[in-house]
Nanobody
């Protein structure tokens, strides 16, 4: 599976962005998908994840209520809608794909494939 993230940019605090992650291959629908982010000088951290069917979603406490993860298996794409952005949301955002992540879904090691990252900058 190859992943291509896009949609990052510069936005003012309180604004919105939608990230997309397009996947290659016919097995996209069998993968659980996650979004992670990494700010300068910090470790990569979990943002959100979605089950293969889209029926279950999971969020970090820091983004709950502001971010929404979704997927369109017909388009091999996963999305991250980010609202009410804060300066502390500034980071490179990565999408990832994995199988059987279950209880480890919030850890990077649970995912086998990663996109190249897209930069989100939120100005105050």
């Amino acid at each position: 599976v190859q992943l291509q993230a896009s949609g990052g940019g510069l936005v003012q605090a309180g604004g919105s962005l939608r990230l997309s992650c397009a996947a290659s291959g016919r097995t996209f629908s069998s993968y659980e998908m996650g979004w992670f982010r990494q700010a300068p000088g910090k470790e990569r951290e979990f943002v959100a994840a979605i089950s293969w069917s889209g029926g279950s979603t999971y969020y970090a406490d820091s983004v709950k209520g502001r971010f929404t993860i979704s997927r369109d298996n017909a388009k091999n794409t996963v999305y991250l809608q980010m609202n009410t952005l804060k300066p502390e949301d500034t980071a490179v955002y990565y999408c990832a794909a994995g199988r059987g992540v279950a209880s480890t879904r919030s850890t990077p090691r649970a995912y086998n494939y990663w996109g190249q990252g897209t930069l989100v900058t939120v100005s105050s």
